[in-house]
């Protein structure tokens, strides 16, 4: 429940053309009605724990060290493991974000286009990230597709379940 993560809504087109020439140039980040970059804290500390357990507490009505278990056993999971371990952590965090986001965009019949293909150094600094304490993980665009998309008739290529899935 530390939801390390963060969601940009790119809006500005200037902003947007920058970025799309150094995500491969892709028409999906200009070419839709929303393109989110979805961010990674660049650090867990002690305080971001101790303010989550404080939020925790206010919305449930409990006091604070009603969690100490909890927080106790956050603790160990997360500070004990390196500054890398936990930053690719965070970044394994925002694709659960992700997950959901692509579950509402497929429940609301919304269009979703998840992407790594950018570079983050660059998205880093044009959204002005670092300072902020974030790092770009994935973005996805969204939005409802055009009637004259060439692409909404091609039929998707998909592995299928006996590929992808094995019962053990």
């Given at each position: 429940?530390?939801?390390?993560w963060?969601?940009?809504?790119?809006?500005?087109?200037?902003?947007?053309?920058?970025?799309?020439?150094?995500?491969f140039?892709?028409?999906?980040?200009t070419?839709?009605s929303?393109?989110?970059?979805?961010?990674?804290?660049?650090?867990?500390d002690?305080?971001?724990?101790?303010?989550?357990?404080?939020?925790?507490?206010?919305e449930?009505?409990?006091?604070?060290?009603?969690?100490?278990?909890?927080?106790?056993?956050?603790?160990?999971?997360i500070?004990?493991?390196?500054?890398?371990?936990?930053q690719?952590?965070?970044?394994k965090?925002?694709y659960?974000?992700?997950?959901?986001l692509?579950?509402?965009?497929?429940?609301?019949?919304?269009?979703?286009?998840?992407?790594?293909?950018?570079?983050?150094?660059?998205?880093?600094?044009?959204l002005?990230?670092?300072?902020k304490?974030?790092?770009?993980?994935?973005?996805?665009?969204?939005?409802?597709?055009?009637?004259?998309?060439?692409?909404?008739?091609?039929?998707?290529?998909?592995?299928?379940?006996?590929?992808?899935?094995?019962k053990?």
């Amino acid at each position: 429940g530390l939801q390390p993560w963060h969601f940009l809504v790119v809006e500005d087109k200037e902003v947007l053309a920058k970025l799309q020439s150094h995500a491969f140039d892709q028409p999906k980040v200009t070419e839709n009605s929303h393109f989110l970059v979805l961010c990674a804290r660049t650090s867990m500390d002690q305080d971001y724990i101790d303010s989550s357990m404080e939020k925790f507490a206010a919305e449930r009505g409990q006091n604070v060290t009603d969690l100490d278990g909890f927080k106790s056993m956050i603790q160990s999971a997360i500070m004990t493991l390196s500054d890398t371990q936990k930053q690719i952590w965070m970044e394994k965090q925002v694709y659960i974000a992700l997950g959901f986001l692509l579950s509402a965009c497929m429940d609301k019949k919304i269009d979703a286009c998840p992407m790594e293909g950018f570079s983050r150094d660059v998205f880093n600094e044009v959204l002005a990230l670092p300072e902020k304490g974030w790092t770009a993980t994935v973005c996805c665009a969204i939005g409802y597709r055009a009637d004259d998309d060439a692409y909404a008739q091609l039929k998707k290529v998909r592995w299928g379940e006996d590929e992808l899935v094995e019962k053990v």
